[in-house]
């Protein structure tokens, strides 16, 4: 009697296992392919003078998709003299498109609209009279460049005080352009990497 009871059981329990693996996998091949969230994007504080992106003029000699990744220091400090000097340029002059070209948001061209007329400059800012240092490559990839260093423009601004920073530059289709500015190394200034551009 307890040997075709056992069976039946033992039957019930496959049967129902079973039609609960193949009610799960018809419900997932319907539900189509998942779905992932971008992560948030953080936005942290303004620049000193506030953010802003560019196109590097001369990029490493490799090819494909690792073409704009960042090898040296040198290259990083590159990078950010040209956006630096695109942004102040576009304030000296008032430029709003000279701006965007500069920018990775839209917010940012608005920031720096509002320093028009304000900011107060010795003379015409040039590329030369940015100085950069203690820089350090944070992180260098295809779609992302994190450099920590210290600027100083006093050189056009005799009123402008030093600052360092993490600075999140992203790479769009017109070239490198900085995202954000992150005042502390430790911030959570990765999140800037990863997320999606928008």
């Known amino acids: 009697m307890f040997g075709p009871m056992r069976w039946l059981i033992a039957a019930l ?17 319907d539900d189509g392919p998942p779905v992932t969230e971008a992560a948030p994007s953080t936005t942290t504080t303004t620049l000193p003078q506030p953010t802003t992106s ?15 990744v960042v090898q040296t220091v040198e290259e990083a400090e590159e990078i950010l003299r040209e956006l630096w000097f695109g942004w102040f340029e576009g304030i000296y002059n008032q430029d709003e498109e000279r701006i965007r070209e500069v920018v990775v948001l839209e917010e940012t ?29 944070l992180r260098s990839d295809a779609t992302c460049l994190a450099v920590w260093s210290e600027l100083d423009v006093s050189g056009f601004r005799p009123d402008a005080v030093g600052s ?20 502390n190394r430790n911030d959570v200034w990765e999140a800037e990497c990863e997320s999606l551009l928008r």
């Open 54 to 68: 560019t196109t590097l003029g001369s990029e490493p000699s490799t090819t494909g998709e690792d073409s704009h």
């Open 109 to 137: 061209v608005e920031t720096a609209k509002e320093s028009f007329g304000s900011l107060s400059f010795s003379e015409a800012p040039t590329q030369q009279l940015i100085a950069l240092s203690r820089t350090e490559v």
């Open 164 to 183: 360092s920073g993490v600075y999140v530059i992203r790479h769009t289709d017109a070239g490198w352009a900085l995202l954000s500015v992150w005042p």
């Open 13 to 29: 329990v496959v049967v129902g296992l079973a039609a609960g693996v193949w009610l799960l996998w018809t419900r997932s091949a």
